[in-house]
């Protein structure tokens, strides 16, 4: 059962958004979050069976309802579920990858998400990252480490650029850095009317506009 006292990293962070919807932010807390290590040839087909959810190809994720499996290195996935499902999920997976070499690490706590959408959200992205975020170069489902400023964050596109609405992105950031994340990503709309978002630090800057 989920600990109703429990607070996420952005509970401080009502949703924003832009002038006429141009990008939408919100957390999306509490996402169970597994790292699984193995080999895919050695692991994959257990994996398939006990998640629902194939193996994805390199920098990509594949996906079935509330749970994903995102390709993050040639022998590390991580396994995105629904909020407290991931325990049952962690369990299953040691059952069935019983004496296959691999490492099942739940690391729900260590990191939030980050849901960022809407027309402009490509734009405001590009402004943050060195990625090459071009809709022809990442797309639908694609999936990518990289530096945002100065926060490591792990982007995922979940919906597609010609969704209503606009493409949609998640950026999975380690605690300690998703204020500042979250601030840059308002400051990176600024021009699209997305209201500022003062730091809890009091450090104050401004990308250049």
């Not at 990008?23 to 169970?32: I, N, S, V």
């Not at 390709?71 to 590390?76: K, S, T, V």
């Not at 010609?162 to 979250?182: C, H, I, K, N, Q």
Request: charged share 25%; glycine share 8%.
């Amino acid at each position: 059962m989920s600990d109703t006292r429990r607070r996420s990293a952005l509970a401080h962070r009502a949703p924003v958004k832009a002038t006429d919807d141009a990008a939408r932010m919100a957390e999306a807390p509490f996402l169970g979050k597994l790292v699984l290590r193995g080999d895919p040839d050695a692991i994959g087909e257990a994996v398939t069976d006990t998640v629902g959810v194939s193996l994805p190809e390199a920098c990509r994720a594949t996906r079935q309802d509330e749970t994903a499996i995102l390709w993050i290195g040639p022998d590390e996935f991580w396994i995105v579920t629904a909020m407290d499902a991931q325990a049952a999920l962690a369990d299953g997976l040691e059952t069935a990858l019983a004496g296959v070499h691999h490492q099942v690490t739940d690391v729900s706590s260590y990191y939030t998400t980050i849901e960022l959408a809407g027309p402009r959200a490509r734009d405001m992205l590009m402004k943050l990252t060195t990625l090459d975020l071009h809709p022809s170069a990442f797309t639908l489902g694609q999936v990518a480490g990289s530096l945002f400023g100065r926060a490591q964050a792990t982007l995922w596109q979940v919906d597609a650029d010609e969704t209503e609405g606009g493409p949609v992105f998640r950026l999975f950031v380690r605690r300690s850095m998703a204020d500042y994340l979250w601030c840059l990503l308002a400051e990176a709309g600024f021009e699209w009317g997305m209201p500022t978002q003062a730091p809890l630090s009091g450090e104050t800057w401004r990308l250049e506009r």
